[in-house]
């Protein structure tokens, strides 16, 4: 069952992503990680924004052969139509990769390329850590904040998201985003993230051709 949010201008889906297919992934994933030269071959860091010294690239034929192509395009669709009404033909991926971040790691504010965007979670540690200053109202260690336009009335500015296994959150790539680091833990915080086109024309609503690839 697709969840669509709006918090602020775009919508953002959420829905949750089969064990099976998360099995999947962390195999494939743990396989790459012990294998010296396939970690160098795959290695995706120099073309991410991310502070953290683990990031993959799935490869396309992996994409399609594991079952996230599908469960990628299903809800991409499904998210599209419940926004606009529209359905869309054309969904092509651009990339997918997945993070390992651990402690004092994290990704700074930046946006995607593509169309749409999204991130899931793979495996999370026990805790993200206290804050130091315990009057804090909320504890952002290893959250996902989305950032949009300004502080408007009844329009916040971001959302901050809780990290919870199997959850998958599709979004414009346009939307600016981060994720703070954690403290007090040697355990993973694994997520997938990916980049994709859709109709341009279902994209781009002001008719400009910038965006079509």
Not at 37 to 55: F, I, M, P, R, T
Not at 74 to 80: C, F, G, L, S
Not at 85 to 113: A, C, M, T
Request: glycine share 6%; proline share 4%; charged share 25%.
């Amino acid at each position: 069952m697709i969840k669509v949010i709006r918090p602020f201008g775009p919508t953002i889906a959420k829905v949750k992503m089969p064990k099976d297919l998360i099995n999947e992934l962390n195999s494939h994933l743990d396989d790459i990680v012990s294998d010296a030269e396939k970690s160098k071959k795959l290695d995706y860091g120099k073309y991410l924004a991310g502070n953290v010294k683990n990031e993959f690239q799935l490869e396309k034929n992996y994409i399609t052969l594991s079952g996230l192509k599908v469960f990628l395009e299903e809800n991409t669709k499904e998210w599209i139509h419940q926004s606009t009404k529209q359905e869309i033909k054309k969904f092509e991926i651009i990339d997918s990769w997945i993070v390992r971040q651990f402690e004092n790691e994290y990704n700074p504010l930046h946006s995607h390329g593509g169309h749409i965007s999204g991130v899931g979670y793979l495996k999370l540690p026990k805790t993200f850590g206290e804050t130091y200053q315990k009057n804090k109202q909320e504890n952002y260690n290893g959250k996902l904040q989305l950032v949009h336009g300004s502080r408007m009335f009844l329009s916040p500015i971001n959302l901050n998201i809780q990290p919870e296994l199997g959850d998958f959150y599709f979004f414009p790539n346009y939307l600016m985003h981060c994720v703070y680091p954690f403290i007090n833990s040697n355990e993973e915080r694994r997520s997938i993230s990916f980049n994709a086109y859709i109709d341009n024309d279902i994209y781009n609503v002001h008719g400009s051709s910038l965006d079509e690839k």
